[in-house]
Structures are given as C-alpha cells and as structure tokens.
C-alpha cells in the first residue's frame, strides 16, 4: 500500500520529506517557548488548510465559511468536557459527526437548490455568521460572555483530557498533519479522488461521463468538515477560552484558505507550505515589529492581504508548483 | 406596545433601508456590468465614512455637504482600481477574481484599524437630535435627510443608464461583451467607468449612513455582506431590485431588533439570505437565473 | 436485429419554438445510425433528451428495454450510454490518460484496472502516445478523439457522437471514420452520430435519419435518402453542373 502511495513521486522529493519530518519531530527540543507556539498555529494551518484543500483544490467548491466546522468542533467537545466532564477524545466521536452534519446541510441546502460559485461561496458565509450571532445568544454555551475550560497548573501531561504542555498539543497536530497529508494523497489516488478532480474541471462533462457529482460533492464536503472539526477541539482545549465573535468570525475562515492559496491550491504539499510560509513570515513581521517598539493590532492581517494578493496577482497556482519546477521536484501532481 | 412605536420604528427602518439600497445599488451595477463580485463593497463605504468622520472632526464640515466630493473621491478610487487591477483579471477564473477583492477587504479594514482604532467614531450634527412630527409619527432628521438624499442619487444614477450615451454604451456591456467590443466601445475604459460609479454610489450611501451609524473598521465586512444580501434578494442585475431589496432588509432589521434582540437582528438577514438563494434564486426582481 | 434505441413521438418546445416535433424512430443493436439535417433542426436537441440534459416534453425514450426521458445525464450513462459534446469539454489540467480513466471508473472500482482499461481504450484511439500530455495542451482532432476514448471508456453500449468530425481536416475525418468503423465491427458497438460532413455520413451510416424543424422528413438507406427530393431541397442541396 505505501508502495502505491509513493508510485510517481520523486526520490528527492520522499528524501526532503523525510529531512523536513524528521526536523519537525527534534524541533521542542530546541525550540523557544514563544517557537513552539509559532509552529503549533503552523501545524494547525497546515492541518486545516488540507481539511478545506480537499473541498477547494480536489473537489473545486470554494468555502469561505470553514470556521463553521471549526467552531461547532471546538464547542462540541468544550460543551461536553466543561458540562459533563467528558473527555474531548469521547467529545471528538461527537464533535466530529456534528461538523459533518453541518457539512451536509450546507452541501444538500447548495447542491440540491444549484447554489454555485461564488454563490456557494456566499451561503458558506451566511451560514457561519447565522452560527457565530447564534452561538453567541445561546445560554447553554455561555453565549457571547465565552465559555471557559477549568485550566489547572499542570505538572504532567494528560493526554486523555488533553491538559499539559504546548509540546503535547505540537505532537497531536503533526501526527494530524501528516496523516491528513497521506490521506489526501491516498483520496487523490483513489476512485473518489478522480472524479473529484473530473468534477472540478467540468461538472458537466463529469456527468456526461456517469459521475452523480451530487453524491460527490457532497462527500467531499462532509469529509472537509469532519477533519476541520478534529482542529476545532483541539483549539478549544489548547486556548482553553471559547468565543463565539472570534471562533466563528469571517477573520476565521479566511485565515483558513490563505495558507492553501499563497500554498497552492489542488496540490498535496500546497497548504503546508503556505501555512509555514505564511505564519512564519507574519509572526517575524509581528517580532521584528514588537522589537522596534510597534504594537499595532492589525498589521499581521494587512501583510496577510498583501501576501494574498501578490500571490493572486503573480503565481496564481501557488507558490508549491513554482517552486516545484524550479528544484526539479516536478511530479504528475494533478 | 402602543401602534406608532411600531409605525416609527418602520419609518426609521425604510429610511436606513434607502440607504442601504443606494449601497446595493453600488454592488447591483458593479455585478451587473463588470460582473465581477465586489466583495470589497462594504469596506469601500467605510472608507468614505471614515473620510466623513476626519472632516467632520477636523474642519467641522457637514457630511452631506461633502457628499459630492467624498463620492467624487471614491469614484476616482473605483475607476482606478479596475482601470489599475481588476481589468487584467477579466478573463481569469471567477474565484480568482473575487479572492482579488477579498484581499483588498483584508487590507482595507486592517489600515482602517491601523490609522483609526478600533473604537467606534461618529458624527454629530447639529441637528443629529432633531426629529420631525408628522401628526403621531416621529421621524429621525438624520434618517429624513439620509433617505431623501438617497433617493435624489439614486434617481440621478437610473437618469445616467437610461438617458445618457456613457450610460446606454455601459448597458450595452453589460448586455453583450463581444458586441460591444465589436462595435468600437472601449470596454476596459467603460468598466472602470461603471466601477468608479459603484464605488461612488457606495461613497454617498457611506456619507448618509454616518450620520445614522456609528464606524468601526468591522463594519466593512459586515456591510458587505449586508450589500450582497440585499442584491441576492432583490435580484442581481436589477437596480430597483436593489432599492427594493434594501428598503425591505432594512424594514426587516427594524422591526427584527424591535421585536427580538437588536443583536441578533442579522441572523434575519442571513436567514433570508439562505431562502432566496435555495427558493428564488433570481431574486424579487432579477431577470437571469441565478 | 433488435432495437437498442426506440424514440417514440418524442416532442421538445422552447417557448414558442417547436424543437422537436413527434419524432420516432429506432435504433437496431450493433448498427450505426446517422441523423443530418440543416442547423435548427433539432439534432442536438434530440441528443440532449436521449442523453438526459433535459426531459421531453411528451413521448417516450427506451434503451435496451427500459424507459430512460427524464433520467439525469449520469443515470443515462451508467446505463450504457455514451456522448460526446458539440464543442469538445475535456478535463483541461488532467491528462490525456486520466481523463480516460475518470471514464472507466464508472464500471470498475480500482484505478488499476481503471487505467488498465484507458490504455487499451486510448490505443483504439490512436492516443496511447500522448497519455501523459495535459489535455488542455491538445489539438483540436486529438481533442475531439479524447472525448470519444473517454465515452468509450465507460463501457457503453450506445455511443452519442455530436458533430464529432466538425472542424476536422480529411484525412483526420477518414482516421476517426476508420476507428468508429472497426469499433463497430468488433465490438458490436451500437453507434448514433450527428453529422454536416457528408464524406463521414455516407462512409459509416447503415442508416440515415434526416430532420428539418424538429420532424422527420427521410428516413433510409445512404443511397436513398440522398436521392429524396425533400432532403436535397431543405438541406442537400443539387450539385451545379453547367
């Protein structure tokens, strides 16, 4: 099975990889505090940003409503840790079909009534916002006051109710990471994963040639949804502070589809490297700024604009394909 | 509650919903001839509102007075915004375009955030008190004059398109790309004359709604997607669907925060939004299938 | 020979524009049946409802014994119905071989036997050489035959040609006219084409259906109904010997 997972790759490429693993595996033990807490918001980019590559990249629909997914994990498994004392791995087998319910309202709301586009784009929008004032009236949650998980010192790291040093909360998510990584690359390889891509190229073709693209869309909907809700407990349970104005918030989302965007959108290693360049370059903007005495709230998100839009306006596929090219890493990548 | 509350409360609520209708407006023509989706609408307005509120502070100047030159600024801002940048992404993926405009969005309101503070910021009339009594209605001067100031550039907006030659030749590019390139119009030049008017409706509609509105730099996005709301509703393409649209989510949100919690009185907006796109796609009075 | 295809008084109106008018004919298995008549006439329209793009507006269409108006165009296909597109709609950033085996995955679940499958089917086509080429990058003749692998490579028992050979040079025409035939011949592929350029038309079909405004007005042998006097009037047209 790995055999056919890594058919067609370079050999280059498998050995970056690995060179590129194994340093994020050794990186807390050499890593400042204030490292560690860049590359975990790193690692949850490049988890979240794969999770919504494959409703965008593979299957072509353009959400701008991911935070949805987000917020409903994070408040499920919050809502059941803090209420009912329940795990958040018990809380995930909740969380996620949750998120994925969501996923298929939005879809079926979409693809039945032939919302496409930007269109689409839209009601992805409507429907988080209609979450984020909802949950912010809803009492049972600590509507817009916030919900706060109990956070005690810790002197070991539970992992079972995931209470513990920031290294624990960097492992979880790169083990989510490179899972996701080799999942997408198993989907892009399997049947689903073709006629997604038949999908996003031609719809219409792609029924001509006996696809049911409803059944399709769907599915990559659902599936979106679910991963991005595995990222969503864990934000909850690592911020410890849930607030529906922030969790739910457009800011949210769109932070979601930049890393894919500056990254590469429809390419496996796309949103990864968005989300290091990204996130890397910003937080050294934020240091470099803070060291100069310049605290502006604010200027983050401006260089993410820019950023965004010189990738639109100069390397629309992405910086990954470029790059590709340009180090010989070129594969058959779709 | 006694009936003219809620009488009042509807006046108020058409009058603002003129005002957002002239903002839809903005969006309706931007959509409907350059066809491309602005989603850096609302953030357009709180430009011109902020430029209101600096003079407003600075020379005490009246913001309608301003009208004319905050809307002349940002039609300039418009026409060389597509004249500069979007022109070249005519041909380019729908989604890319509007990813365009949505990192203009970010840029915007984030600047916005830089120079002006996150603290909400107003204008205060002389007569931002004052009301009208007409019989047991009371009306909001600063409504009254909003919604009539509306309607005078929205009818100066619908004269242009109908009986003008720029307005007839804008139409016919909207109508039909190829022909009208095909017939010697210089569609670029007329696409960011279109955009520069979307960007200058938004500008007055900004203008009118200071005086009602406090402006945070939040209110951008939450404008956009107010405006794309409105347009969806009262049918893309269709300028008196966007008048329509607005004045009837404007009445919605009035009575929406009268009857319920003022804060939730978007989800309203939403929920209508979600039910148009779903049932009548076409809008109220949109002409094309969505 | 039984009919694969039946089309029964099947009627199509647009408006107030009657596109399809009471048609009927039928298709036998294995036979290649070309439909030709002036612009207008209601051939694409005709192939749109057989191929599920939209439902008549009365009659019925029956495929190898089941009543199919109305399917969606995925349903259509999965029950043996192949098309091709007037104006060709390939899967532009994939490959030539992918594209094909988006096509055979319909039937079979693993991409191996899936691609196993489009290399065969792209051999047919002549296009086994340029498998790993963009589609986007294509000419066009190559273009048009990609469309037809890709049909082709969902197991169809009916194959919709829609102007396949329009734009083509002769010799290109006479390739794909060479393919079709021997696809016919040894896999007894039942074929239903729409065609202007006459030179294909009388090379491959068995049978011709001729339309003008949405009604059948000849119906025959090649020789035959190039001989009809409706149809040289409303489309042949006489050859000038002076």
């Not at chain 1, 919302?115 to 009492?139: K, M, P, Q, S, W």
């Not at chain 1, 949650?141 to 810790?154: D, E, I, K, R």
């Not at chain 1, 934000?235 to 969790?247: I, S, T, W």
């Not at chain 2, 509703?233 to 009445?251: D, R």
């Amino acid at each position: 099975m790995i055999a056919r997972l890594i058919e067609g790759v370079p050999r280059r490429a498998l050995i970056l990889l690995g060179v590129l693993l194994l340093g994020l595996i050794m990186a807390p033990l050499v890593a400042s505090d204030y490292l560690l807490t860049v590359l975990i918001l790193i690692l949850y980019f490049a988890y979240t940003g794969q999770a919504w590559n494959i409703m965008m990249g593979f299957a072509g629909q353009l959400s701008l409503g991911h935070a949805l997914y987000v917020g409903l994990g994070a408040y499920t498994a919050a809502t059941l840790y803090v209420h009912f004392g329940i795990g958040p791995w018990i809380g995930l087998l909740v969380a996620v079909p949750v998120a994925a319910l969501a996923g298929a309202f939005v879809g079926f709301l979409a693809f039945r009534f032939r919302v496409a586009g930007v269109y689409f784009a839209i009601l992805t929008i409507a429907v988080a916002e209609f979450a984020r004032v909802g949950f912010d009236h809803l009492n049972w949650t600590s509507g817009s006051s916030g919900l706060f998980l109990p956070v005690a010192q810790y002197t070991h790291n539970d992992l079972w109710n995931l209470r513990g040093h920031p290294a624990m909360f960097y492992y979880i998510l790169l083990a989510a990471t490179v899972l996701a990584f080799i999942g997408c690359r198993a989907l892009l390889k399997s049947r689903i994963g073709y006629f997604w891509l038949a999908i996003r190229e031609d719809e219409e073709a792609a029924r001509s040639a006996g696809i049911d693209t409803f059944h399709y869309k769907m599915a990559a909907v659902v599936i979106s949804a679910a991963m991005t809700s595995f990222a969503g407990v864990i934000y909850a349970f690592f911020y410890n502070n849930l607030f529906p104005e922030q969790v739910f918030h457009i800011v949210r989302s769109i932070e979601i589809i930049l890393g894919p965007i500056v990254g590469g959108i429809g390419t496996l290693f796309g949103p990864i490297l968005g989300a290091f360049v990204l996130t890397g370059l910003a937080e050294t903007l934020t240091a470099a700024l803070a060291a100069a005495g310049v605290d502006l709230p604010g200027t983050k998100q401006v260089f993410y604009g820019i950023c965004l839009l010189l990738v639109i306006m100069a390397l629309p596929d992405g910086i990954w394909p470029w790059l590709c090219k340009r180090i010989g890493l070129a594969e058959r990548e779709k | 509650m006694p009936a003219d509350i809620y009488l009042n409360v509807a006046i108020g609520g058409v009058l603002t919903g003129l005002v957002y209708g002239l903002m839809a407006l903005g969006l309706s023509v931007i959509f409907g001839v350059v066809r491309v989706v602005n989603f850096a609408h609302g953030e357009m307005m709180t430009i011109a509102m902020y430029i209101a509120v600096t003079l407003f502070g600075a020379f005490h100047l009246d913001p309608l007075l301003m009208l004319v030159p905050i809307a002349a600024v940002l039609f300039a801002f418009g026409y060389v915004l597509q004249a500069g940048l979007i022109n070249a992404f005519i041909t380019r993926p729908e989604h890319t375009q509007f990813l365009l405009l949505v990192a203009l969005a970010i840029i915007i309101v984030n600047v916005q955030l830089i120079l002006f503070g996150p603290d909400a910021q107003n204008v205060q009339t002389s007569y931002s008190y004052d009301s009208f009594q007409i019989g047991a209605l009371i009306v909001d001067a600063t409504k009254a004059y909003a919604g009539a100031a509306a309607i005078v550039v929205a009818a100066a907006l619908f004269t242009f398109f109908k009986y003008t030659r720029v307005g007839t030749a804008i139409r016919a590019c909207a109508d039909n790309y190829t022909g009208a390139l095909v017939v010697g119009l210089d569609v670029r030049h007329l696409y960011a004359l279109t955009f520069g008017l979307g960007a200058a409706c938004v500008g007055a509609a900004g203008v009118m709604l200071v005086l009602i509105v406090d402006v945070t730099p939040s209110l951008g996005p939450a404008y956009t997607l107010l405006a794309f709301v409105i347009v969806i509703t009262g049918g893309l393409g269709s300028m008196p669907g966007a008048l329509l649209g607005g004045v009837l989510i404007g009445l919605t949100e009035a009575m929406a925060g009268l009857l319920f919690t003022p804060s939730a009185k978007s989800m309203f907006a939403f929920a209508i939004l979600v039910l148009v796109l779903l049932f009548r796609p076409q809008g109220i009075m949109g002409k094309r299938a969505a | 020979m039984s009919a694969l295809l039946t089309v029964d008084a099947v009627s199509k109106r647009f408006r107030g524009l009657v596109a399809v008018d009471r048609l009927s004919f039928e298709v036998p298995a294995g036979g290649i049946y070309a439909v030709i008549g002036p612009n207008g006439a209601g051939k694409t329209t005709l192939f749109n409802m057989i191929a599920g793009v939209f439902a008549p507006d009365s009659g019925a269409i029956s495929f190898a014994g089941e009543r199919i108006e109305g399917l969606p165009p995925d349903r259509v296909c999965r029950c043996g119905i192949g098309r091709t597109f007037q104006i060709v709609r390939p899967f532009p950033a994939l490959s030539v071989e992918d594209n094909v085996i988006v096509g055979a995955l319909l039937h079979r679940q693993h991409v191996v036997d899936a691609r196993a499958h489009a290399h065969a089917v792209l051999r047919r086509l002549d296009l086994y050489g340029k498998r790993a080429q963009r589609a986007s990058s294509l000419t066009l003749p190559d273009r048009k035959r990609l469309e037809v692998a890709r049909a082709l490579a969902t197991d169809p028992k009916l194959l919709l040609l829609d102007e396949v050979m329009a734009g083509l040079r002769p010799t290109e025409t006479d390739r794909i006219v060479a393919i079709l035939k021997e696809l016919n011949r040894d896999t007894g592929l039942t074929i239903l084409l729409i065609e202007h350029v006459m030179r294909a038309v009388m090379a491959l079909a068995a049978r011709i259906l001729v339309l003008h405004h949405g009604a059948a007005i000849a119906q025959g042998t090649p020789e035959a109904v190039v001989r009809d006097p409706a149809v040289i009037h409303s489309y042949l047209g006489v050859e000038d010997v002076s």
